[in-house]
Structures are given as C-alpha cells and as structure tokens.
C-alpha cells in the first residue's frame, strides 16, 4: 500500500519567503508528526497530531513555524519569513496509534534550502 | 528531559565482521526503545524495537536487549554484509511525549566487501 507521502521533495526558497510543506500520511493512522534533520544530526521533533489537534507542539523552534491538519488526515507544515538557519530535511510521520512501541512510518522527506 | 546518546561515526567494518553500535538513553519514565535505520536514498525505517526492559528486538540478524540497569540499547550483529552499509539511529519515546520519537545523532556504517 502507499507510505507517507511529502512534496515537494526539495524546495529552493530565498530568504524571508513562505513556504508550506505537505505531509500525506497512511490512511487510517490518527498520529502525525513532523521532525526535522539538519546535516549529520538525527531527526528533531517539532510536532505531534492526534487527530485535528496538535497535541505537543514544543518542539516548534519558534513563532515562524505553524503546522495544521484541518481533516485529520493530510498535514501542513508552514514557514514564515524563511532564515537560512531554517534549511533541512523536514521529516514526516504517521502511526496508527499512540501506545509504547507503535513503530512510526517515515516520508522521504522534504529537503528545505534557504539562499 | 529525554535524551539518547549514541557511538559517533563513521564505522568501517569488513563483510563478515561483527557490529556493536552502543546506545544510551536518559528518560524520566518507562521507555519504549528503537532501532531505526537509513538505506542510502531511502527513508527511515524501523529496524528493531523493545518495550521494556530485559526485551531483546531482533530483526535481520540485527539484536539488541533492552538493559534498565546500564540504561543502554546497544545494536549488534554477527556478520555483516555489504548491504547493511547505512546511517543506524537510536531512538527512545514515552508517554510524556506523545510518544514523539527522541533520536541519536546517528551512526554510519560503511560494510566493505
């Protein structure tokens, strides 16, 4: 069946611009999050779905980054007034349900550049 | 707060070599403790996982117990083959996180023939 699915795969964007990343993730999982993974570190975690509702959103680096799932299924992650320090792989997945050891499926990703 | 410390790379073995990559972990309640792995131009994917402690994750030919009294998750495997050749990342979560998944830094392994 499909994975979790992201796009764009990479985005070029200049400096202070917007930008919106799309998460698609398997059908029928009810928590979604996002990380993300700058070069030769590991993944960072910046939000957790249950549903509609972002149930953790701590990891959110600051007041620039928004993320919504209006349906409980697809997620948007928003960037506002992009800084280079902002590029990355932001990194996406699902599960169908919070309880220790629910494995998380992983995106490919979306590789953020900044100029 | 939650945090997991892992062998820093690269790590260079020869086919057929044995593989231990430590992992340590500091958490405040009673984690679930992962494995996941990153084939070149891949996503990641769970390796192996552990639910408490004194459980071992095994997965193709991958092991690694669960040890509360080291609070350490260390990956092994006998015999490695040139397609085990991957970034291998530690992660932990509980329930005080949402179950959000706490990562190593990663550890890459190049598996030479």
């Known amino acids: 069946g499909a994975g979790v699915s992201q796009t764009p795969s990479n985005k070029v964007t200049e400096k202070g611009k917007y930008v919106e990343l799309r998460c698609d993730p398997i059908s029928g999982h009810t928590a979604l999050y996002w990380y993300r993974q700058s070069l030769g570190q590991g993944p960072e975690f910046l939000i957790y779905f249950q549903g509609t509702g972002a149930a953790d959103d701590s990891g959110l680096p600051n007041d620039r980054f928004f993320a919504v799932r209006p349906e409980g299924s697809v997620s948007t992650l928003k960037i506002q007034r992009t800084e280079r320090g902002d590029s990355a792989v932001y990194l996406c997945?699902?599960?169908?349900?919070?309880?220790?050891?629910?494995?998380?499926?992983f995106g490919q990703g979306t590789r953020l550049t900044v100029v | 707060g939650n945090s997991v410390t892992q062998m820093e790379g690269p790590v260079t073995l020869s086919e057929e070599a044995f593989l231990t990559i430590n992992c340590t972990y500091t958490a405040t309640g009673y984690p679930s403790l992962f494995w996941y792995v990153q084939y070149p131009g891949e996503g990641l994917q769970l390796l192996l996982k552990?639910?408490?402690?004194?459980d071992k994750g095994s997965n193709k030919g991958f092991e690694a117990t669960y040890r509360k009294e080291t609070t350490s998750f260390h990956l092994e495997k006998g015999s490695v083959q040139v397609s085990d050749s991957a970034v291998y990342f530690c992660a932990l979560s509980d329930s005080n996180s949402g179950y959000a998944l706490n990562f190593g830094k990663g550890t890459s392994l190049l598996v030479t023939p």
């Open positions: 997945a699902s599960s169908t349900l919070t309880g220790g050891g629910t494995e998380a499926f």
């Open positions: 552990a639910t408490k402690a004194d």
